[in-house]
């Protein structure tokens, strides 16, 4: 246990890339040979500009995370926090921990973003994707990875995760984010057992849906049972979903990144107000 604690707390830069770009390349590639949506649009587009999200996700989340290691430093050095209250093993403290930062940091702000219009606007830009695959993971306005980066500072404080189990929690996030976005035909009876635990491809896609009420439904990164918890999952046929947002439809809107950009500074476009 001690040699992960000692690799997560020092884990190099170069590893956590291998993460993200092999985990991307790992899906793409999964894609390509068993996809579960056949696809005629320019893919290797699709892909460049999700990636230019990716960047400014990772440019963000550079650029404030020195926040995050003071504060871990901090509730570590005050053992403040959930996992300081109770007596166990370091490992169900890491648990414990890692629970948390997904509720917090991932479940709570996506829920909030669905319910809270300016929150909305920023998370529309993820939305807005009408061909989700493995790159729709990190297909986040800079705004939003903002957000996201102050709830996650808000799990920390909260559970009182040390570095080592921040480290582990962000690594499956990206993981487990790239996988359950991915366009993978995965075996049915594999998908119902994952989802026990984990969120899978079958349960994230209904989020993806065009329109709600099912847009606003399995709010999951990690785990699946807070939707459960929280009773926002929902079970739909994936064959019947249709990917995007139905005010933004226009193609000129969610395949143009200045446009996507200006998304959360110009006026709000209700469903309501469609013809």
């Not at 068993?34 to 893919?43: L, N, Q, T």
């Not at 490992?91 to 809270?116: M, N, P, Q, S, Y």
């Not at 830009?125 to 695959?133: A, E, L, N, R, Y």
Request: hydrophobic residues 45%.
């Amino acid at each position: 246990m001690e040699s992960i604690i000692q690799y997560f707390t020092d884990i190099p830069s170069s590893h956590r890339s291998i993460i993200l770009f092999g985990g991307l390349t790992l899906f793409l590639l999964i894609e390509n040979f068993a996809p579960f949506f056949g696809w005629s649009y320019k893919k290797g587009r699709h892909v460049l500009l999700n990636l230019f999200f990716t960047g400014t996700t990772i440019l963000v989340n550079l650029g404030m995370a020195f926040l995050l290691l003071q504060l871990s430093d901090w509730v570590t050095a005050s053992s403040f926090g959930v996992i300081y209250l109770f007596s166990a093993p370091i490992w169900v403290k890491g648990i414990v921990a890692v629970l948390l930062l997904d509720l917090i940091g991932a479940w709570l702000i996506h829920f909030l973003e669905h319910r809270v219009k300016p929150l909305w606007m920023f998370h529309i830009v993820h939305h807005t994707d009408q061909h989700v695959d493995v790159s729709t993971a990190n297909r986040h306005h800079p705004g939003e990875s903002v957000l996201r980066f102050i709830f996650t500072c808000l799990a920390v404080l909260v559970s009182g995760a040390s570095l080592w189990m921040i480290m582990v929690y962000q690594s499956l996030s990206v993981i487990l984010s790239q996988f359950n976005h991915s366009n993978i035909n995965l075996p049915i009876w594999l998908d119902n057992v994952l989802k026990i635990v984990f969120v899978t491809p079958h349960m994230h896609r209904v989020h993806h849906h065009y329109k709600q009420p099912l847009s606003d439904q399995n709010l999951g990164n990690i785990f699946s049972f807070w939707d459960r918890i929280f009773g926002t999952y929902v079970v739909y046929d994936n064959k019947d979903l249709k990917y995007g947002l139905d005010t933004y439809m226009d193609e000129k809107e969610h395949q143009n990144i200045p446009t996507l950009l200006q998304i959360p500074f110009k006026p709000y476009r209700s469903p309501k107000d469609l013809p």
